[in-house]
């Protein structure tokens, strides 16, 4: 029995020891279902400097919005065959249907430019890549009668004489101190030479104080609306800086300073202010006759509202009847054939007429509709 007592006391010191011992809280096991899912990738933004160039291939346009997304706010519309500068890739990919084949592309953010009187603003948002393309597209060529073209020479609109001028034409090469128009290189900087305000009815070299020698008949003037019927005037091509660009004359870039400018002579107005002073076609009243891509009669200024006349005809006439919204205008649309005779133009021969909506100036500036020339 003397044995067996030690043996109990350590019995009961390891038993006290174990009721004293503070648990410790075992982890809980965790499902899989109690873990958080893994977040989708993060698309990429990449910026573009310099950036790159495109243009646009959807027949109908291309809208651009304010958001890379279909709830952005529409900005504008990229006509078919325009160039757009991409200066953002957003990595949102997106995928539509055309004509029952998937398109695929991202979001890309694009600088335009958009000419309203005589300012350039540089309109920034987001269109779909799906419907762009790097190689430059040729777009359709509308021919008139006696007319034909891409009219890429009419520019961004036009610096337009005041017609109430008393200004007497002067003698070619003979410039009075008064009536002097300076003409600048290409660094907007350099005077190269001076013209007469003449010059900016006829756009002729007469008029300019500039080397002619050895300048083929066919440089000699800057290309300008006389066959138009809205009155004579250069074309501005690009405007820089407060500088139109008309063009060149006998191998010499003709950029005039538009601050310079008399207004009581002559002043810069973009195609649709022109439209509008016109509303009727220009001093023969036929009319407009359309020349963009995208000749559909619209019930709503908007790409995607319905079509009230598709494919408008060339010799069909349009006369505006009211400001013009956003590059849009309300127009009434006259079916018109025109007759002629061995020679020249006899009569018009009218049928129905609809009133709708059509673009008649692109986000840049370029028009879109210019006036018959059909009864001069």
Known sequence: MKYLLPFFIIILIACQSNQSEPKTAEPSPTTPTDRLPDAPPQPTTTKLNPPDTAYVTAKSGLRVRNQPSLEGERIGVRPYGKKVLIT???GLAMTVQDEGKDVNGEWVGIESRLVTKGKVETVTGYIFSGFLSDQRVVSEEVVLANLSGNRS????????????????????GIIAADDTVRIYAADLKTVT????????????RRYIQIDKSNCPRTRNRVAYSSELG???FPYVKSIKDGFAYLGD???KPIWINLEELNSDYASFKSHIEIFEANPNGGGWEHGYTYIGPNKVLRANPDIASKAIVNKIPPGYEIYLLGPVKNNWAKVKLREAKQIFGEMYFEKSVYGKTWEGWV????PDGAALI???IFGC
């Open 153 to 172: 020479y009419m520019g961004i609109g036009g610096l337009v004489p005041n017609p109430d001028s008393d200004r007497a034409r002067p003698r070619e």
């Open 230 to 232: 809205v009155g004579n």
């Open 249 to 251: 004359i006998c191998g």
């Open 193 to 204: 030479a001076i013209a007469s305000h003449w010059f900016l009815r006829t756009g002729n």
């Open 88 to 90: 953002e890739r957003t």
């Open 359 to 362: 673009m008649i100036a692109e």
């Open 370 to 372: 210019e006036p018959h």
